[in-house]
């Protein structure tokens, strides 16, 4: 199969939000194989007996995509930030569930990978970086947004511009700062917050 044409997507993504319904139709067999990439990239941080395997995310993320029909989307880049975000939220909802079944443990785990924390080799649980993520929007909502894009969703920079809307040195400083800022925030594995 041929990679389907960014404006393709768009058009298609353009007459989703105006109430196509056939168009979500003819989209996913176009997004599909991207999705289940920025799956298993959200998954790799994950155990191995994870509750959830990539198609199941994939799935998890299409579901709730159908209820976001009233998104304006903009281009692909928001499409795919979109997406990567109801991926983090499938995976912060089912381990919030299994803390609750658990009460508070086997939490999962997620590592800080160099490209986030700059080389260094920290991990901090997906619950943990739930929470930091939330309290860095309320701080700074483009950083986080510009985070999510990055990490989760594996967007290039210009990617995100396109996506927020700012130049592509604006994401870069984003990205700086809001790396520094989550390393300060999670702090070292094992030290108290």
């Not at 990679?3 to 003819?26: C, I, K, M, N």
């Not at 509750?51 to 995509?65: D, F």
């Not at 109801?86 to 785990?109: C, E, N, P, S």
């Amino acid at each position: 199969m041929t990679t389907p044409s960014s404006s393709e997507v768009t058009q298609l993504l353009l007459a989703w939000g105006q109430g196509d319904g056939t168009a979500l139709d003819r989209l996913m067999p176009l997004v599909y194989d991207e999705l289940h990439r920025l799956a298993r990239r959200h998954m790799g941080g994950e155990r191995e007996n994870h509750v959830l395997q990539t198609t199941a995310l994939v799935n998890e993320a299409y579901l709730r995509l159908i209820d976001a029909s009233r998104v304006q989307w903009q281009n692909r880049a928001h499409f795919f930030a979109v997406s990567s975000q109801l991926m983090r939220r499938v995976l912060v909802d089912t381990a919030r569930a299994r803390d609750r079944d658990k009460r508070g443990g086997g939490r999962i785990q997620v590592s800080l990978n160099e490209s986030v924390v700059g080389g260094a080799e920290q991990r901090a649980d997906l619950i943990a970086l739930d929470d930091a993520l939330t309290l860095l929007e309320r701080t700074d909502e483009r950083a986080s947004r510009v985070v999510e894009m990055r990490f989760f969703g594996g967007l290039e920079n210009e990617e995100v511009a396109e996506a927020v809307g700012v130049s592509v040195e604006t994401v870069k400083r984003d990205w700086r700062w809001a790396r520094a800022w989550l390393l300060k925030e999670l702090g070292e594995p094992g030290e108290e917050r």
